[in-house]
């Protein structure tokens, strides 16, 4: 297993970034994480990115792994 670290996604489109319908169809949870691919999907005045506001995107099932 890799390390990770926060910085900019330089595959940020349909292929490298998965909807949760996809990480289910996939199987790869124990895979994945989180990353957000597009501030427009922050909805409403957000400062910190917690687990509540990923729920928010997933649940609009927007590509978030």
Not at 3 to 8: C, K, V
Not at 12 to 27: D, M, P, R, S
Not at 52 to 62: A, H, S
């Amino acid at each position: 297993m890799g390390t990770t670290a926060p910085g900019i996604v330089t595959g940020g489109n349909k292929y490298f970034i998965l909807t949760e319908e996809q990480v289910e169809a996939y199987k790869c949870r124990n895979l994945v994480l989180p990353i957000l691919q597009k501030s427009s999907f922050i909805t409403g005045n957000v400062i910190c990115l917690d687990e509540e506001v990923f729920e928010k995107i997933k649940e609009r099932n927007l590509p978030i792994y």
